[in-house]
């Protein structure tokens, strides 16, 4: 197991990877990890030729409807010079953390869980 992936394990012990498909090839890997309060997206990768064309965005979609229904926040940590900081604030992650050079942010649930 290489020293990353390791280390993933260790900081998300429950991890759940899902490749993104785009007309039904595969076109990103998504890592997510959840626990009793809230959703981690661990990484978001997108191949760079399908960059800009609303695959993030969308993967995101259902990711946030997911944690619309169970009632919690989706965390993330990302560079601050990540082209994907500007994706995140636009869908509604706002800054929680971090510093200056890793921002550590937070898109809180929009409805909670049914009662």
Request: charged content about 25%.
């Amino acid at each position: 197991m290489s020293r990353a992936r390791q280390s993933a394990r260790e900081c998300y012990p429950n991890p759940l990877g899902r490749i993104v498909l785009l007309d039904g090839e595969p076109v990103g890997w998504m890592v997510t990890a959840a626990n009793e309060e809230e959703i981690w997206l661990v990484a978001l990768i997108i191949e760079q030729e399908q960059r800009g064309k609303g695959v993030g965005s969308e993967v995101l979609q259902s990711l946030f409807a997911v944690s619309d229904r169970a009632g919690k926040p989706v965390r993330l940590s990302v560079r601050v010079n990540s082209p994907a900081l500007r994706l995140y604030e636009r869908l509604g992650f706002h800054r929680t953390g971090g510093d200056e050079q890793q921002h550590v942010m937070e898109r809180i649930a929009i409805r909670g869980p049914k009662t």
